[in-house]
């Protein structure tokens, strides 16, 4: 297919998805894949596959996308996590986490996905995005980073850290 025809049936896709016609979607994307893999065409298969209850299959396809060249790169690569997290599949949020990790200790939404699968699993490392978590002016990444801290071994540093965390919000609560 040419370049100029990929365009023409991504931004059909688009329409239908826009119009919720998934089943066409998938249709059209399912030609564009066999012929040309772009992170978009991923992308979209993955919102058309939630849109259609099909979070693992979703997860997948942002996945993919994320693991592509693209500029949107660590927004299909969040979602993909967020989707794994969602699912319970914490090894594929800790595989993902991983590969990126720079990226997820300093971004409050994949540092919270990582730091809870990793809670769930009672498996050490959340402290790792605890600052990143205790700085985020989203109330329940701050209660995440201060419930990472187990009470009876806390120092005075980590005491401290819970009063910081919850200072910027009197409402907030441990």
């Not at 967020?82 to 990226?103: M, T």
């Not at 605890?130 to 187990?150: F, M, V, W, Y």
């Amino acid at each position: 297919m040419k370049p100029l025809k990929i365009q023409r049936q991504y931004v059909a896709a688009q329409n239908h998805f826009d119009k919720k016609e998934y089943h066409d979607v998938l249709g059209i994307l399912n030609k564009l894949l066999d012929v040309h893999k772009d992170p978009r065409h991923y992308a979209l298969l993955g919102a058309t596959l939630l849109k259609l209850k099909m979070k693992t299959e979703a997860a997948q396809a942002f996945q993919i996308a994320g693991e592509m060249e693209s500029p949107h790169k660590l927004k299909y690569t969040r979602e993909a996590m967020r989707l794994h997290f969602s699912n319970n599949d914490d090894i594929n949020v800790l595989r993902l986490g991983a590969r990126n990790l720079k990226e997820a200790i300093a971004d409050p939404d994949m540092a919270v996905l990582m730091s809870g699968a990793l809670m769930r699993q009672e498996l050490d490392g959340a402290e790792a995005f605890r600052n990143t978590l205790a700085k985020s002016d989203e109330p329940t990444h701050r209660q995440l980073a201060a419930g990472s801290i187990r009470l009876q071994d806390r120092s005075d540093e980590e005491h401290q850290s819970i009063l910081e965390s919850f200072e910027k919000d009197a409402e907030d609560r441990i």
